[in-house]
Every structure is written in C-alpha cells, then in structure tokens.
C-alpha cells in the first residue's frame, strides 16, 4: 500500500485537505500519513490537536504516492528551508506534490513553479508576497490546477483540488470521478 503525506503545523486549514484525505484513505490502494516538522502535538485552525505519524526527516520515498501541503500561514509566510530537500526529493523521484492556497507560495518561492502550470489565490496574491518568480508565466486563473505532478489549488476550491488530487492518484475511473465531483459541487438530488 502506498502513502499519501499530508504535512501538519500548528494553523493548518483542516478543511481544504479534508476531501482529498477522506478519499484517499477509503480507497484500498492508499493510506494518508501525517508529516510534522518534528513531533511535538499541533493544533489546526478548527482546534483538532494532531501527533505526527512521522517527522520530514522520516519519510519513507520509497512508498510515497504523493505529498499534500494544506493550507496554513505558515508556508505562506515562512520561507520553511527544511522543508524545501523534501519536496525536491518527491519531485525528483516525480512523486506528486499537491498545494493548496498559502502552499502555492512556498512553491513560486523556492522555484517549484518554474515549469508547471499552476494557480493560487491569485497571481497578484503571489506577486505581492514574493515579487516575480519562476514560472509566473504558466499562472493560470482556474480554481484547481495540475500539471506535470504538481497540482495547485485557490483557498476556496477544496472540491477541484480533491478532484485533481484522486485523478493523479487513478482512484476512480473518469466517470465515477466525474460523478464524485458533480455530487459535491451540486448536491440537489433530483425528484
């Protein structure tokens, strides 16, 4: 069984992974595991304390499937250096690395963008965080984005990056997918 990464810091925005874990975990192919930056207890945005499976330092590459940077104001505002071995080694090893909102930050400003289509909260959002970077030229103003392993997504669009995340992960076929997707954005049952 491969390993989903889900990195967790105190702040984390619990509510834009949720989707994507939730899934992941139920499919039998994968297991989500949380990441810390060390193992002290962290607390999310709506209060749920979370231990850390593991450290960064004791990811196992070789039964990862993919690594999801949930929101927080921690990547957004911190440059996050140890952080920056560990998603180049899952890009190296072209294991899928999924951002969503202040996530897109760390990777505009660490030159992870610089050759894959993506989006954020806005390019002006990211422009006025770190100024020009890498890759501002395949900023594409869509809700969710993923492109050549890396899969980014705005703050609001927790329903689109879910998507794009199990579609990398080929945990349903198109259809299913498709009807997971149009069951969470319109969720009106018909008479």
């Known amino acids: 069984m491969k390993t989903a990464y889900l990195l967790v810091f105190d702040g984390l925005s619990d509510w834009e992974p949720g989707l994507a874990i939730a899934e992941i975990n139920k499919s039998k192919k994968y297991q989500v595991k949380t990441i810390g930056l060390n193992q002290n207890t962290v607390t999310t945005v709506g209060g749920v304390s979370i231990v850390p499976d593991y450290t960064i330092d004791e990811i196992n590459y070789g039964d990862a499937a993919l690594f999801l940077l949930p929101g927080g104001e921690l990547l957004e505002k911190s440059p996050l250096t140890p952080l920056v071995p560990v998603v180049r080694r ?3 090893l072209e294991i ?4 969503i909102c202040g996530p897109t930050v760390f990777l505009a400003r660490h030159g992870f963008l610089e050759t894959a289509q993506h ?3 806005g390019k002006e959002y990211l422009q006025d965080l770190i100024g020009d970077y890498p890759g501002s030229d395949l900023y594409l103003n869509q809700p969710s984005v993923s492109d050549k392993g890396v899969i980014t997504a705005n703050g609001i669009a927790s329903v689109e990056f879910a998507r ?3 579609g990398e992960l080929d945990i349903y076929d198109q259809e299913t997918l498709k009807n997971w ?4 954005k319109n969720p009106w049952l018909e008479d």
Do not use: G, H, K, W
């Open 90 to 92: 899952f890009r190296e």
């Open 96 to 99: 899928p690395v999924a951002a």
């Open 119 to 121: 989006t954020s909260n």
């Open 164 to 166: 794009d995340i199990l």
């Open 181 to 184: 997707y149009d069951f969470f």
